[in-house]
């Protein structure tokens, strides 16, 4: 039981008054474990990272597409692994969903046989799909970015929803490395707008598959990137236990040593590992991309750092060049960005070969950065500019006429919709942070003039309509 | 089976060739009947819609919010009747569903046993839930908005989608007619802004059953209003046959012959109908907030037509003030937006006596509407305002500080990733829709120019960046 305002109608007027409600109703307002809903504040910031992530796309221009809330199982099953498979929210079929469905199996079987489609996982599979369906009304090569939610049945736990956005952009149909430049500059330009310093790690797929190679294991290339993943966290001796559990050899694990104590600078570093490489094909490839691109990195114009960091291994499976990641410097927090080249994404489709490199925006993320740094603009969730004082039908009239015209000159603009009292209206408008409140009485009325309070410095002048709009604009 | 371009690659360059596909493949590729996938042009082209109507809520100083697409099952079951329960898309709880379900049921037993959660049918219960759920958070009066997509199990047919969005606007604890004016001006500037001709219809719910307790049939309101609904496409006798059929007495009927013939401008209708009412409380209350809504109306300068129509009778069960309608004048298509004020929209949930009123935009139709009026505007679809011709690495490396230069001043600009022959390049460009083209070879690149090709006329001029960034902004 608890209590809230209720609101009762007199005539034109608004009362509040006080009613206990029964715990039911309280019972029956919730939602599913893991959503979430959005008030307008929340709202607001958002959507000016949103905003911040679309401008710049499209200043690169990646084009927008959208695809299906709900994809047909078939099409999602499988590409996750079995854990993926077993976080996919299945949708019912609809009408007689039991008819000719043999109950007595385990739920694993029944499951499909009675759910034909299932809500998106993530961005890329439906891309996937999307290019290999649409691809005669596509010209490759192709920028698409996408802005949507996916749905995960993961246990919902802080930071980790059932419902979030992703926000990601993919070039495909071109092996270049300028793309790579571009993502870069994208994410630079990205975290530069939102205020952000970061710190964009990257390494080459093809650089591990050649250590792996190098040491004689190239089949325990996921082993021992697992393993290198965690050198930060654990240190040099936890990682080099974790590669003897995971049966590398002692020699195996002696021939890393290289790779742990390289230093320098990208090109530095790149150089040590061309000489490494001398006998490992795939690692020279690598070492060549890399090259290619820190020298365009070092040609342009950026604020973030970028540094090569080869202890980075993200999303092995899949990727098979370029892997990035960006980090924020000033909050401890994960990855708020990452990506990667991947050269056979389409092949899961039927379509093989068509190359494509993209990058995912974390907005999630990026929200708790910006709100640790306290890095939101000021006013982002202002209802409006500018609130009309309702003094009655007369003076509402005449506020009428003059808020069309702000609003017909994009000016967000609010009258009080009844003559309350004014205290109960000025308190409406400190709550709403509108920056200015309007005055339009008697006197105003007659000579055409509006008298607007400035709420942050309590200053108060009377203007003609020109001027006010010249004022609040 | 089909052919496709598949993309092979050779070091930096791009090949063209052609390939079978087994159909296999073609098979995987497809997505649930009645949802859609938005390919870039019809994209801009919704999104066109959508920034519009989105505009013109802020304006009016609406505030957004976002629901989760998934709600429990119980906040959605019997809010829309028996026919929308069975519309509702359910999800399957994760983890084994079964365990403890007795599967020898009628489905309709077994599917909440199953199913914690379905997608959202509507924006306006959810809204109800979020207000009920968050009234400490918010400020009433509180104006939001919400544009999100909504999910119903219908039966596929043209223009009618499983998944598809609604842009709804809602004020809440106010009773003020100031708020039904405020729709009107809304509707008014959304279609200005589009460039589409419409008449807003207006009725009164309360006249609808002010006319059917004056004929002596209170209860027979939604009889009589399912009936009138029809005048307009089955004409006077039939729905005077309807009326009989469903029961009403032929004095009844007769009685109706006033409403039927009510002539003239809103404001001689409604005198009529006040005189009508001498007796009738709710129809007087009904025709006294029509004429002051309609004075209103005569006040303000507005573009569209405005008309009281006694026949508009939409979501009778629901609404019980103002109710609007809109249909485009030059297009035969239904309703494009409607809406209506209701008294106790959260009294579902707990919350007594909230009134609110509402309207929804039909983005579906609207973009029906625009297509056939061709009154998008030109250009929404392109990607680029300029794309840069590649050279070779040195150029390349150019026109990348060039085109820094330009997204940095907010332009949307594109360098082809490789330097392959000129007519591909060209045919990119003209496929892309670019209508700028820009050439940085040795020339210019010594001079540090920029050679600008305008592709609507052919014109070429050599251009300093500073101009160049003048011609395309």
Tied chains: 1, 2.
């Excluded at 990601?168 to 707008?193: P, R, W, Y």
């Excluded at 995912?360 to 009309?388: C, H, K, N, W």
Aim: proline share 3%; net charge negative; aromatic share 10%.
């Amino acid at each position: 039981m608890q209590n809230y305002e209720k609101f009762c109608h007199s005539g034109q007027l608004l009362y509040f008054c006080k009613l206990k409600l029964t715990s039911m109703a309280s019972v029956k307002c919730s939602i599913p474990k893991g959503t979430r809903d959005f008030l307008p504040t929340e709202m607001a910031r958002r959507n000016y990272i949103f905003d911040t992530i679309r401008s710049v796309f499209r200043t690169f221009a990646f084009e927008p597409i959208e695809t299906p809330s709900m994809e047909n199982l078939s099409t999602l099953m499988g590409k996750y692994g079995e854990e993926g498979d077993k976080l996919l929210f299945k949708v019912l079929n609809s009408g007689d969903f039991m008819e000719g469905v043999d109950f007595n199996q385990d739920y694993h079987k029944v499951a499909p046989q009675i759910c034909e489609r299932g809500l998106r996982y993530d961005l890329t599979v439906p891309f996937a799909r999307f290019v290999v369906q649409h691809r005669d009304q596509i010209t490759f090569p192709f920028r698409r970015y996408q802005l949507q939610p996916v749905w995960r049945a993961d246990r919902p736990q802080k930071g980790r929803y059932r419902e979030f956005y992703q926000c990601d952009a993919d070039m495909i149909g071109s092996t270049s490395l300028l793309n790579e430049l571009e993502l870069v500059q994208m994410i630079d330009m990205v975290f530069t707008k939102l205020g952000i310093n970061v710190t964009v790690k990257i390494n080459n797929r093809k650089v591990l598959a050649g250590i792996a190679e190098m040491i004689g294991a190239p089949e325990r290339l996921i082993d021992i990137t697992v393993a290198i993943d965690k050198l930060d966290k654990i240190g040099l001796d936890n990682v080099r236990a974790e590669l003897r559990e995971r049966g590398l050899s002692e020699d195996q694990i002696h021939a890393l040593d290289p790779v742990f104590s390289l230093s320098g600078s990208a090109n530095e570093k790149l150089t040590t590992l061309e000489r490494m490489f001398a006998d490992v094909e795939v690692g020279q490839k690598g070492v060549e991309e890399l090259k290619t691109l820190f020298g365009y990195i070092g040609a342009a114009t950026m604020n973030c750092e970028v540094e090569l960091d080869l202890t980075l291994a993200r999303g092995l499976n899949y990727y098979t060049g370029a892997i990035f990641e960006v980090k924020a410097k000033d909050v401890q927090i994960g990855s708020i960005c990452g990506g990667g080249r991947y050269d056979n994404l389409t092949g899961i489709f039927g379509m093989p070969d068509v190359s494509g490199v993209g990058i995912s925006f974390g907005a999630d993320r990026i929200y708790d950065v910006l709100t640790e740094l306290q890095a939101f603009p000021e006013g982002l969730e202002r209802a409006a500019r500018v609130m009309f004082i309702n003094f009655g039908p007369a003076e509402q009239a005449a506020c009428v006429g003059i808020v069309a015209r702000l609003r017909a000159e994009g000016i967000s603009a609010l009258i009080y919709p009844d003559a309350a009292k004014m205290k109960k209206q000025m308190d409406y408008a400190n709550r709403k942070a509108v920056p200015y409140v309007a005055f339009v009485g008697e006197s105003e009325m007659q000579t055409g003039t509006v008298t607007l309070k400035n709420m942050s410095d309590g200053t108060q002048q009377t203007l003609s309509i020109d001027a006010l709009i010249d004022t609040i604009k």
